[in-house]
């Protein structure tokens, strides 16, 4: 994600600040469709719960998708980051 006219270094609270607005949407979801299940008993399954269920597993299934992801992404700035000290340790 680009922010237009910041450094890396200064995009990153406003990178963070979209990860934790996302964050809270996906937990949003989980609660919400948590909280629609226990209606099923006062108003019945139809239209409740498909779109209960889908607001448990969506943010579950996305969260378990992007583990891998995050571990690549965590992986690769080591050896980024390893690259960047041994370039400066050989210009010393």
């Not at 948590?34 to 969260?63: C, N, Q």
């Amino acid at each position: 994600m680009a922010f237009a006219g910041l450094s890396p270094e200064d995009a990153h609270y406003p990178r963070l600040f979209v990860a934790v607005v996302i964050g809270l949407a996906m937990l949003a979801g989980v609660i919400l469709g948590i909280v629609a299940l226990f209606g099923i008993s006062k108003y019945g399954t139809k239209g409740i719960l498909i779109k209960s269920l889908f607001g448990i597993i969506v943010p579950v299934l996305l969260v378990l998708l992007s583990i891998p992801v995050v571990m690549h992404a965590q992986e690769r700035a080591a050896h980024i980051r390893a690259m960047q000290e041994a370039n400066t340790e050989s210009g010393k």
